[in-house]
């Protein structure tokens, strides 16, 4: 699946801890304002949970707590919209929005936004998982973003 075009709208916005809109974004900043923006799909914003970005219990439990309301979506079958978990020390803490072709949009402190593929040497062993916000999906075992390669 490749990259949808409106993702270069999101390259080279700016960092941001707790930044919640296009003046600044921190990872889960810029996956609420794609949801919000691209699926129409309001998530919460959470900068009451943490003071910094770096905050790695913290972030991490709060991970784990935001997940459980995702359906996990196994590698491979992951497709655009979902979002990508990767470990930073050793944790689950920084988020990522799946485009396609084993891609990510995401933002860290001191990188601008930008689309990076997490299969590549960086990321790879890091990913802890994907996830698939549940309203995308109904009765239909793969939902929202149906998978036509069946």
Not at 41 to 50: D, G, K, M, R, V
Not at 115 to 144: Q, T
């Amino acid at each position: 699946m490749p990259v949808p075009i409106w993702a270069g709208h999101y390259i080279g916005l700016p960092f941001q801890g707790h930044g919640r809109d296009r003046s600044g974004l921190d990872c889960w900043g810029l996956v609420r304002l794609v949801m919000a923006e691209q699926f129409n799909i309001a998530l919460p914003s959470h900068t009451h949970e943490y003071q910094r970005t770096t905050q790695a219990e913290k972030i991490s439990a709060l991970i784990e707590r935001e997940a459980q309301k995702w359906k996990i979506i196994p590698a491979g079958r992951e497709l655009c919209g979902d979002v990508i978990v990767l470990r930073v020390r050793g944790k689950p803490m920084h988020v990522g929005m799946v485009l396609g072709d084993q891609q990510m949009l995401h933002i860290e402190q001191g990188i601008d936004s930008v689309i990076e593929r997490y299969s590549g040497p960086h990321w790879a062993e890091r990913v802890a998982g994907f996830y698939r916000y549940k309203s995308f999906y109904g009765d239909s075992p793969e939902g929202f973003f149906e998978d036509d390669s069946n």
